[in-house]
């Protein structure tokens, strides 16, 4: 059996790291995930800050941020996400 599976970038990886961290990937998704962040230790930093941020907001209630700073937040996002999604792939 021919087992060769195509090298996931770290594109692909950024875009599927909230799927990953819900459980949401299918065994081969999974599994290309976890091969890149063995080989790829700044996607395996990334998904450990994803893990923490996570866990942090986890705690904030929704009520305690103010509209001021969930606009600063969501623009923060957004021209990270933009940036992403330029930057060439693994």
Excluded at 11 to 18: A, D, F, K, P, W
Excluded at 19 to 45: I, K, M, N, V
Aim: charged letters at 30%.
């Amino acid at each position: 059996m021919n087992d060769v599976r195509e090298m996931m970038t770290c594109q692909e990886l950024v875009e599927l790291v909230t799927d990953y961290l819900e459980g949401r990937l299918d065994g081969r998704q999974r599994a290309r995930f976890e091969e890149h962040l063995g080989e790829c230790p700044p996607c395996d930093s990334y998904l450990e800050q994803m893990r923490e941020t996570v866990g942090a907001l986890g705690r904030i209630p929704p009520e305690s941020l103010s509209p001021e700073a969930e606009r600063t937040l969501l623009a923060a996002f957004h021209g990270w996400a933009a940036r992403t999604s330029r930057s060439p792939g693994r």
